[in-house]
């Protein structure tokens, strides 16, 4: 039934939309052309747009289908996670496209959104059940957007961080090759590198305090379904290590002024032990939030 819904075909040409984002964002960098860039804004604008009335009608079709006293926010299952995360990568790139001026970014930062839609499109369950007693609770919504949002903040760190190792890279050849000869070609358009490592540095501190949220909301949320704060179950204690990894990377940043290489690897790091905790522990990793597998 999940497939028939008018929010899952939504969603399809969501993901349409972004793979076209991304392939013109490639484009860009290869040709140049800020027309080409302009299409690949409207494209992933269209699909943000797109995706937004997905969300929204998919919030409708669960009171539709479940009632007015088990209608809840479409975020509570795998499916309905990963679509979220994807809406919260793309509308935060668009805001800080819209603020810096930098839409080769979007070359790096739109896979990751397509990703999470083409995997979501094509290979989880998408029917609306009813929540489990655990999950009927505003708290889950405050937590789960608040998580995601962070989530995205990190996504769009890591795809700056594979942009800065690759342009920093590309640099240091050309400087031993050709001097201080301007860098031309493909390479040649990505932003420089201190820009990519200032762009790292906005997108994670967009993240942190969201992650931040996101745990003390969480916790909120134990103590309302669970009767306790803290549990240690895995999810916690990955988002913990989660948030003491870009704990360090600020830390590091303000007293140490770590930035270039390390601070990118340390974003990619951190990225990684995000995508753990939010699909590992989900997956392969029993505890008290194993309902929210595929």
Same mark, same amino acid.
């Given at each position: ?36 860039a ?28 479940? !009632?007015?006293?088990? $209608?809840?926010? &479409?975020? =509570? ?8 995360? %994807?809406?919260? #990568? ?47 609770s ?33 640099e ?11 860098? !031309?070609?493909?390479l $040649?358009?990505? &932003?420089? =590198? ?8 906005? %997108?994670?501190? #967009? ?20 009767g ?29 002024g ?37």
């Amino acid at each position: 039934m999940g497939s028939d819904l008018l929010s899952t075909q939504l969603s399809n040409l969501t993901t349409i939309a972004y793979f076209s984002a991304m392939v013109m964002y490639i484009a860009f960098i290869a040709t140049k052309s800020n027309k080409v860039a302009l299409v690949a804004t409207f494209s992933a604008l269209a699909g943000f747009l797109i995706q937004t009335g997905a969300i929204g009608m998919r919030w409708y079709e669960s009171y539709a289908l479940l !009632g007015s006293e088990h $209608g809840r926010a &479409p975020m =509570t299952n795998m499916y309905e996670s990963v679509v979220f995360f %994807a809406w919260c #990568i793309v509308g935060l790139y668009l805001a800080m496209e819209w603020k810096y001026k930098y839409r080769a970014v979007g070359a790096f930062v739109m896979p990751v959104a397509v990703w999470a839609m083409l995997w979501g499109q094509m290979s989880l369950n998408k029917s609306i059940d009813p929540l489990v007693p655990a999950l009927q609770s505003n708290w889950l919504t405050y937590h789960v957007i608040t998580c995601f949002i962070g989530y995205a903040g990190f996504a769009i760190a890591f795809g700056v961080s594979i942009m800065f190792l690759i342009k920093i890279g590309s640099e240091e050849r050309h400087m031993k090759e050709h001097g201080n000869t301007p860098m !031309g070609g493909v390479l $040649g358009m990505l &932003p420089p =590198t201190r820009v990519l490592d200032d762009y790292n540095y906005k %997108a994670i501190m #967009i993240g942190f305090p969201m992650l931040t949220l996101g745990i003390i909301t969480g916790a909120a949320w134990a103590f309302y379904a669970w009767g306790t704060y803290w549990s240690w179950d895995p999810k916690e204690t990955w988002s913990l290590i989660v948030w003491f990894i870009y704990a360090a990377f600020l830390h590091a940043r303000f007293t140490r002024g770590w930035a270039g290489r390390k601070a990118a690897w340390l974003s990619i790091l951190g990225f990684a032990a995000t995508m753990f905790c939010y699909l590992g522990v989900n997956l392969y990793l029993s505890g008290l939030h194993s309902y929210g597998g595929v």
